[in-house]
Structures are given as C-alpha cells and as structure tokens.
C-alpha cells in the first residue's frame, strides 16, 4: 500500500516537475547569457575609458603647446610695442 501511494505521488508530481526543471534549465541559460552580456559591456566601457583617458591626455598636452605658443606671441608683442615707443635717433 505504501508503495502505491509512493508510486500515486511520484506520478502527481512529475508532471509539474518536469516543466519546472526545463524552466530552470532555461532561467540559467538567461542567467548565462546575461553574465556574458554584462562581461562585454564592462569591457566596451573600460575600452572606451581607456580611450577617453588617451584623449584627454593628449588634449592637455595640446593645450600646454597653445599656452607656450600664446605667450611667445605674448612676448614678441610687447618687444614689438617697445621697439615702437623708442625714440627714434634719425641723421
């Protein structure tokens, strides 16, 4: 008789069971693949990091030759200027 009941429940069970275990098998694979997913995004954003962080280095060294340049352009105006304010001795 125990045996029976072992066999009635087992038979109830499974066909909920079996679904259940695919839907699991299913909910990992999606887990997976998101894992996976979220890998190659992390990737992309250290990439593009990485780059931004080129570009800004290379921008700053832009930006000191520009000030480098603006004050020669600054110092070659002001000997211009004085050369212009000296008396000139004409003969």
């Known amino acids: ?3 029976r009941r072992g066999g009635l429940t ?3 069970l ?3 069971s ?3 275990l695919e839907e699991v098998l299913r909910l990992c694979q999606e887990v997976d693949d ?3 997913r979220q890998a190659a ?3 992309l954003v250290h990439g ?3 780059e931004m962080r080129a570009d800004v280095a290379e921008i700053g060294g832009e930006v ?3 000030r480098g340049l603006s004050l020669r352009v600054g110092q070659l105006t002001d000997l211009v200027f004085s050369r212009l304010a000296e008396p000139t001795t004409r003969a």
Request: hydrophobic share 45%.
């Open 14 to 16: 499974a066909p909920r």
């Open 34 to 36: 998101l894992r996976h």
């Open 1 to 3: 008789m125990l045996k």
């Open 64 to 66: 000191q030759e520009s």
């Open 48 to 50: 593009a990091l990485a």
């Open 41 to 43: 995004l992390e990737d």
């Open 10 to 12: 087992a038979r109830r």
């Open 18 to 20: 079996i679904p259940a």
